[in-house]
Nanobody, 114 residues
Framework: QVQLVESGGGLVQPGGSLRLSCAASGSDFSDNAMGWYRQAPGKERELVAR???????ATAVSVKGRFTISRDNAKKTVYLQMNVLKPEDTAVYYC????????WGQGTPVTVSA
């Protein structure tokens, strides 16, 4: 079973940046589109960015122009570069296939606050 390990979250001031990483075990990482999801307190989990097997990306309207997703198939890792962070970006961030199909990891918390 594939395991996902997210990292890179933390506390950042509004306007700041973070780079999240998600390392996947298993042999079929490159065969899957991957996504970054987030779940804010009291809200449902939502997809914020997606990258296809071939590297085509898409982002949610709420993060467009600020977040960039990328992947390194050799390292079985997907990244989320987050710039110009806002308090409403506060959430636990997860990666998974897109649509989600693997077991969820622990996520990495991001808090945007002054």
């Amino acid at each position: 079973q594939v395991q996902l390990v997210e990292s890179g979250g933390g506390l950042v001031q509004p306007g700041g940046s973070l780079r999240l990483s998600c390392a996947a075990s298993g042999s079929d990482f490159s065969d899957n589109a991957m996504g970054w999801y987030r779940q804010a307190p009291g809200k449902e989990r939502e997809l914020v960015a997606r990258i296809s097997r071939g590297g085509i990306t898409a982002t949610a309207v709420s993060v467009k122009g600020r977040f960039t997703i990328s992947r390194d198939n050799a390292k079985k890792t997907v990244y989320l570069q987050m710039n110009v962070l806002k308090p409403e970006d506060t959430a636990v961030y997860y990666c998974n296939t897109s649509p989600s199909g693997w077991f969820w990891g622990q996520g990495t918390p991001v808090t945007v606050s002054a």
